[in-house]
């Protein structure tokens, strides 16, 4: 267990940041850890904003009734509870509109059920908060260290399908193709390519290739990889280089996708009983 800070930034005017959602997030939480090219190891010292993830638990009336919280701070408009959602650049002038930047805080809260059905479907954003490394794990309660020492059982091939999705849609934006949306449009001006968005792409591959040969993450991503990651980053990789290595990392992926020993599909049976019976000691120990 991890005895750290649970206190999350204040309510905002955005639909999932009202006040009500921050206790029920605040109240309930049973993991938070740092998550983003901090826990990866691809961080550039003075350029990242700090990106957090955390698991609650949610009231019963909202599990087994019909509990809404509020959308943001309109008290008129109802919505169901699955997150509470904060950037803290959000408080600068330009509020929602504002890109963080490093010494801002993004953390995300997911109602438990909501992040377990999205880790089920092997999608490797929330999957990750099961490897973090304890000295970047800023909260975790005894459910949270129960669900990571569980991790095994979330992890399936589903994910190499996410993952390959991930990575060719980085690949394509990395050029500027189409649909390309990127926040650092000064780095394809600088270096010719998006250089954060292949490393994304590239980080992908490689992390994808792990999971399907291991059934786990190492984090952050290992020394010799790491460096690359982060030489991509600096823009001091040649852009045929690094589409060589993710078209490299693809197909391994690819191939693995259809012969690994991971499962091919996560221990639904297990994540059930484990959301039943979380709730009910957390109802238990709120009456």
């Given at each position: 267990m991890v005895a750290g800070d649970r206190t999350l930034p204040p309510a905002y005017a955005h639909p999932h940041a009202?006040?009500?959602?921050?206790?029920?997030?605040?109240?309930?939480?049973?993991l938070r850890t740092q998550v983003?090219?901090?826990?990866?190891?691809?961080?550039?010292?003075?350029?990242?904003d700090r990106d957090e993830m955390g698991i609650c638990l949610e009231p019963q009336s909202f599990v087994t009734g019909l509990a809404r919280v509020p959308s943001g701070l309109d008290a008129r408009a109802r919505l169901r509870f699955e997150q509470y959602e904060r950037h803290t650049v959000w408080d600068q002038p330009g509020g929602l509109a504002n890109r963080s930047d490093a010494g801002d805080l993004d953390v995300i809260v997911y109602a438990a059920r909501k992040?377990?059905?999205l880790a089920v479907s092997g999608n490797p954003t929330v999957l990750l908060v099961l490897f973090v490394p304890?000295?970047?794990v800023v909260f975790r309660d005894e459910a949270g260290a129960e669900l990571v020492a569980n991790a095994h059982r979330f992890v399936s091939r589903l994910a190499a399908g996410r993952i390959l999705g991930y990575l060719r849609a980085q690949r394509a934006a990395m050029t500027g193709g189409v649909g390309t949306h990127t926040n650092r449009p000064?780095?394809?001006?600088?270096?010719?390519?998006?250089?954060?968005?292949?490393?994304?792409?590239?980080?992908?591959?490689?992390?994808?290739?792990?999971?399907m040969t291991e059934g786990r993450l190492t984090l952050p991503v290992p020394d010799e990889d790491g460096a690359y990651l982060r030489a991509v980053r600096r823009g001091e990789v040649a852009q045929a280089d690094v589409l060589d290595r993710i078209d490299r990392a693809e197909a391994r992926l690819v191939a693995l996708s259809t012969r690994t020993t991971v499962p091919a599909e996560p221990d639904r049976r297990w994540v059930d009983e484990w959301l039943h019976r979380s709730h009910v000691a957390y109802w238990d120990r709120t009456r």
């Open positions: 009202s006040e009500e959602a921050r206790r029920i997030a605040e109240d309930g939480l049973i983003g090219s901090g826990v990866h190891g691809t961080a550039i010292s003075g350029q990242d992040w377990c059905r304890d000295e970047e000064e780095l394809a001006a600088r270096h010719g390519y998006y250089t954060k968005v292949a490393m994304h792409a590239l980080r992908l591959g490689l992390q994808g290739v792990e999971l």
